[in-house]
């Protein structure tokens, strides 16, 4: 069973930044698609930004411009670097990981945009 493990949220100023970061383990990382979703007290959870195994990202156009997606192969890591962070930016982050139908969600981190 893979497993994934999110570090690095926590409280931020509004227009502050955060970098999140989801290490991951017994799966073989570099043939994933790797996300991250976020939720919000009383919302569904949606997807932020995604990278594909071959480095292709997509981003929630809320987030473009202010939040990159990034991995590294080597050490089986991805990470989400927000900038420009606003309140509505308040949610429990995930890290997802996809492939075909076979897919991992790791446990979360608050982060809280707030002054």
């Known amino acids: 069973q893979g497993q994934l493990v999110e570090s690095g949220g926590g409280l931020v100023q509004p227009g502050g930044s955060l970098r999140l970061s989801c290490a991951a383990s017994?799966?073989?990382?570099?043939?994933?698609?790797m996300g991250w979703y976020r939720q919000a007290p009383g919302k569904e959870r949606e997807l932020v930004a995604t990278?594909?195994?071959?480095?292709?990202?997509n981003y929630k156009d809320s987030v473009k411009g202010r939040f990159t997606i990034s991995r590294d192969n080597a050490k089986n890591m991805v990470y989400l670097q927000m900038n420009s962070l606003k309140p509505e930016d308040t949610a429990v982050y995930y890290c997802?990981?996809?492939?075909?139908?076979?897919?991992?969600w790791g446990q979360g981190t608050q982060v809280t945009v707030s002054s």
């Open positions: 997802n990981a996809q492939m075909m139908t076979q897919y991992y």
């Open positions: 990278i594909s195994s071959g480095g292709s990202t």
């Open positions: 017994r799966i073989i990382f570099s043939l994933y698609d």
